[in-house]
């Protein structure tokens, strides 16, 4: 393991420090931050994500393409409506879901994206 750069000096650059300081989130905003990418730390719930940003679908379209029961399907879509980031919608007895918005697709893309980067190298 590469060994890390530390700064051996004390010298406190207080026009930096109060910069970001005015810039940086209250504590409960970044707490709620931590706490949504928190739900994208399990593997299922991320390939749900996927699945999702790709079509609209129902537990049991999610639960053949996982290969896996509708009920921890709808564990974990429970965890992800929790967190805001799917919505459902009813057609008949049919319940379709989706992301919750483009912000969410967003986030699950840069992510992958950063991740494939790390691939190329």
């Not at 790709?54 to 393409?65: G, N, S, T």
């Not at 459902?88 to 007895?93: A, H, L, T």
């Amino acid at each position: 393991m590469k060994d890390i750069d530390v700064c051996c000096s004390n010298e406190l650059h207080e026009d930096i420090v109060d910069s970001v300081r005015e810039q940086m989130p209250d504590t409960e905003m970044l707490y709620e931050l931590a706490e949504l990418f928190k739900v994208f730390g399990d593997t299922t719930r991320v390939r749900i994500l996927y699945a999702l940003s790709a079509k609209e679908m129902c537990v049991c379209d999610i639960a053949d393409l996982l290969d896996m029961t509708h009920s921890s399907i709808s564990h974990q879509l429970r965890v992800l409506k929790q967190a805001r980031l799917v919505k459902f919608r009813k057609e008949g007895k049919t319940v379709f879901y989706s992301l919750d918005d483009c912000h969410i697709s967003q986030i699950f893309s840069c992510g992958l994206e950063h991740i494939e980067e790390r691939y190329k190298r």
